[in-house]
Every structure is written in structure tokens, then in C-alpha cells.
């Protein structure tokens, strides 16, 4: 089953704050954050495991509420470079990974 | 330690040939995911392979496609009779296990064009 991402898309000016949200209907086990550039592979971020944590590095922070099944991602003073379309892996069980259908973020000067 | 390696970067393919795309994890990887992008689109899974395993291919199209992940050499995905609608961006991924707080490392993906 794959995640819901919301927003679609979002557009930012530089040190303006984003938060990208990932929903599941079922029970989740884990979530994965990535990004990928226009042309390029995706690039991980960080891995989520339930039990409600958070992380996070530099200005880029995560939480997982297992409960409601839904992650967030925390875009803090975005920078020029933060562009790009962000996915959402949500692991059910052990043995798979979904994505969402991303959201696109652009950040203008 | 090399990343994830695709290849062919780009594939040309006539309607109606066969399109095999290869995958080389990371060292110490096991476990293989094949996703399909289309321009603009996210990433839809495809199959989830471990080494001489499939584990889930309920992404795959029923017919024409398949994947393989030998004991040894990389992961194929094979395209047979390919038609226009193939055309689209797939990406490998690997993980070196699926225990709690593994993350999966993508290759750069094949470009595959259907003329």
C-alpha cells in the first residue's frame, strides 16, 4: 500500500520553514526519508522507527507518530540547495518499502 | 566501497525488442528493490528481491516483465516485447538487510526509450 505525501508541491522563499507529511492506512513499521534532484537518483536523509522518535541533522528534522501512522518532515530556514522532490519509504513489515508520490520543493532567493 | 551500479545509463529500444536492465548492490547488500518512474512521476515499486529470491513482485506487470537476482552477478530486470508505455526511468535499490534502521542506497538509474 503505498503512503499519502502531503503538500503535492510547495514553493518557499530562502529561510522560510516547510513540513512534508506522510501518511499510511496500515500499521507501519518503519519510514524512510529521500530526496532526489531533477535527473538524479534519490539521496537518503534518515530513517524513522516506530515508537514516536525523532531525528534529525542540521536543519532537516523528522518525527513518527506510530499511532496515527504519519511522519512529518521539518524543512527549517530552507536553502537554495533543499530544492527537489522529497519521498516518503514506508516499511509495513520487514520485507518491503513503498514511496509516496513525492512532494516537490522549490526554494527561491 | 562502490555504490549502487546501474547499467546501461541509457537504453534505446524498437518496439518489440527486449530490454535488460542490470543492477550490482553495494557490497555486503542482499536484498534488491526495482522501482519505475515516469517523468514527473514518484517512484512505484516493482519487485523486492533477496539472492536467489523473489520476495514480492506484486508491483510487476503480470506479463512481460521479469527479475532475477542470481547467487552470483547482479540483479536483471528483463522487459520483453517492449512497447512505448515502457519508456520510464527504473531505479535499483539495496539494503544491506531489512532489520530495523536500514537504509537502502539507490543507483542511478536506467533511462530506458521505447522508439
Known amino acids: 500500500q503505498q503512503p499519502v505525501q502531503s503538500p503535492q508541491a510547495v514553493i518557499l522563499r530562502e529561510g522560510e520553514d516547510a513540513v512534508i507529511n506522510c501518511s499510511s492506512s496500515k500499521a507501519l513499521y518503519s519510514v524512510h526519508w529521500y530526496r532526489q534532484k531533477h535527473g538524479e537518483a534519490p539521496v537518503f536523509l534518515m530513517i524513522?522507527?516506530?515508537?514516536?522518535e525523532q531525528k534529525g541533522h542540521d536543519k532537516i528534522s523528522a518525527s513518527f507518530n506510530e499511532k496515527k501512522q504519519q511522519s512529518s518532515l521539518y524543512l527549517t530556514a530552507s536553502q537554495l540547495s533543499y530544492s527537489g522532490t522529497y519521498f516518503c519509504?514506508?516499511?509495513?513489515?520487514?520485507?518491503?518499502?513503498?514511496f509516496g508520490a513525492g512532494t516537490r520543493l522549490t526554494v527561491k532567493p | 566501497n562502490a555504490g549502487v551500479m546501474q547499467n546501461p545509463r541509457h537504453l534505446v529500444r524498437r518496439r518489440g525488442q527486449e530490454a535488460r536492465l542490470r543492477c550490482s548492490p553495494m557490497k555486503g547488500h542482499s536484498h534488491v528493490y526495482w522501482y519505475r518512474q515516469l517523468p514527473e512521476e514518484g517512484l512505484k515499486f516493482m519487485v523486492y528481491?533477496?539472492?536467489?529470491?523473489?520476495?514480492?513482485e506484486s508491483g510487476m506487470p503480470k506479463e512481460r516483465f521479469s527479475a532475477e537476482f542470481p547467487k552470483e552477478g547482479p540483479s536483471i530486470l528483463r522487459i520483453q516485447q517492449v512497447v512505448r508505455g515502457d519508456s520510464a526511468a527504473y531505479f535499483c535499490?539495496?539494503?544491506?538487510?531489512?532489520?530495523?534502521?536500514?537504509?537502502?542506497?539507490f543507483g542511478q538509474g536506467t533511462r530506458l526509450t521505447v522508439v
Open positions: 535499490a539495496s539494503s544491506r538487510d531489512t532489520g530495523a534502521g536500514t537504509e537502502a542506497f
Open positions: 524513522l522507527l516506530k515508537g514516536g
Open positions: 528481491l533477496q539472492k536467489e529470491n523473489i520476495i514480492d
Open positions: 519509504g514506508t516499511g509495513v513489515n520487514n520485507n518491503d518499502m513503498r
